[in-house]
């Protein structure tokens, strides 16, 4: 079965530094692993995915992931922090059975102190 | 830029009455989901849907929910005689097509609180 973990439920980084938000992840095949990122009061927004490839993958407003996996990895980081990418971070990973549907984490919230 | 659409974006309901949650998927999308957040929890799967019937349906998905794509553009969830535990956030989402690299797109959810 597939699985997510996001180890931190709060992750607080001050603006302009560095940020990631860590994802673990457990399938039993390829992985195929997403970033959404959930703003107060509204819906899911993709940010980005990893599915083949490089393992580094670059997606919307400058955040970036990295897929290792060796460690079972794909953590999400952004190199300076704004106090607009405080919201609630998400990760899934694609069933790799039947409809595709997404298992997510159970989300980090992010907030970046000015 | 194109973009899935829900109404209401909040429902108020009485424990036992009937809901429909209503959805617009993006235009050329084929494949499409229903995930419900309940609050403080993940977001977890409930139904996908593809050529006018479900594909995959969770167990959270018992006999009281169903799904319905009654036009070319809307894709409904019915709750037929909601619980308290049916409060939550729920999300429509679509997908173009078939492919494993295809991103789902969610809507911004309708917030359903079941008194």
């Known amino acids: 079965a597939q699985s997510v973990a996001q180890p931190e439920d709060q992750v607080n980084v001050a603006e302009g530094n560095p940020l990631t938000v860590k994802c673990t992840y457990s399938?039993?095949?390829?992985?195929?692993l997403f970033w959404y990122v959930q703003y107060p009061n509204r819906g899911l927004q993709f940010l980005l995915k990893?599915?083949?490839?490089?393992?580094l993958v670059k997606g919307s407003y400058g955040f970036e992931a990295e897929f290792n996996k060796s460690q079972t990895s794909f953590h999400l980081k952004k190199p300076s922090a704004l106090v607009s990418d405080s919201a609630l971070y998400f990760c899934?990973?694609?069933?790799?059975?039947?409809?595709?549907?997404?298992?997510f984490g159970t989300g980090t919230r992010l907030t970046v102190i000015p | 830029e194109p973009e899935v659409t829900q109404t209401p974006s909040h429902q108020v309901t009485q424990m036992g009455q009937e809901v429909i949650l209503r959805c617009v998927p993006i235009s050329n999308h084929l494949y499409f989901y229903w995930y419900r957040q309940i609050l403080g929890q993940k977001v977890e799967f409930l139904v996908s849907?593809?050529?006018?019937?479900?594909?995959?349906k969770s167990e959270i998905f018992d006999d009281q929910f169903s799904v319905e794509r009654p036009d070319g553009s809307n894709f409904t969830l019915k709750i037929r005689s909601t619980k308290l535990e049916d409060s939550a956030m729920y999300f429509c989402?679509?997908?173009?097509?078939?492919?494993?690299?295809?991103?789902?797109?969610f809507g911004p959810g309708t917030r359903l609180l079941v008194l």
């Open positions: 399938v039993s095949g390829n992985p195929y």
């Open positions: 899934a990973v694609r069933d790799q059975t039947g409809a595709n549907n997404l298992f």
């Open positions: 990893y599915i083949t490839g490089d393992n």
């Open positions: 849907f593809y050529n006018n019937e479900i594909s995959e």
């Open positions: 989402a679509s997908r173009i097509g078939s492919a494993y690299q295809e991103t789902q797109y």
